[in-house]
């Protein structure tokens, strides 16, 4: 069995936001970052769309695909994310959002 590489990203993050003690890099609460981080409806769907498309490719597996699925909040939107997401798991899933983006730009560029 793979291991969940996004499950193992949280954790990683997990960690780096916990050593930063409640301070950001910029000076600003941790905790603001939240803000930062909310999702409008059209990234919503592109990010459910593109772990759906990940998935069936075989680009990430399928407990990985569920891990994003339900961050993400499932087929209800949040703007803010699902009540109680972690810092870390909306960085880790936004982190892999753009690494798969970018491979998509890549496959399409050798074409």
Same mark, same amino acid.
Do not use: C
């Given at each position: &069995? #793979? %291991?969940?590489? $996004? +499950?193992?990203?949280? /954790?990683? *993050?997990?960690?780096?936001?916990?050593?930063?003690? =409640? @301070?950001?890099?910029? =000076?600003?609460? @941790?905790?603001?970052?939240?803000?930062? #981080?909310?999702?409008? &409806? *059209?990234?919503?769907?592109?990010?459910?769309? #593109?772990?759906?498309?990940?998935?069936?490719? /075989?680009?990430?597996?399928?407990?990985?695909?569920?891990?994003? *699925?339900? %961050?993400?909040? =499932?087929?209800? *939107?949040?703007?803010?994310?699902?009540? =109680?997401?972690?810092? +870390?798991?909306?960085? +880790? $899933?936004? !982190?892999? &959002? &753009?690494?798969?983006?970018?491979?998509?730009?890549? +496959? !399409? /560029? !050798?074409?």
């Amino acid at each position: &069995m #793979m %291991a969940n590489r $996004i +499950a193992d990203l949280i /954790g990683r *993050y997990e960690t780096r936001i916990e050593k930063l003690n =409640g @301070v950001g890099l910029n =000076g600003r609460p @941790v905790e603001s970052l939240h803000e930062d #981080m909310k999702l409008s &409806m *059209y990234e919503f769907v592109q990010f459910q769309n #593109m772990q759906a498309s990940a998935h069936a490719q /075989g680009i990430i597996s399928t407990d990985e695909a569920q891990t994003i *699925y339900i %961050a993400l909040g =499932g087929e209800e *939107y949040h703007p803010d994310w699902p009540e =109680g997401t972690s810092l +870390a798991t909306k960085t +880790a $899933i936004t !982190q892999t &959002m &753009m690494e798969l983006i970018e491979r998509r730009i890549k +496959a !399409q /560029g !050798q074409r």
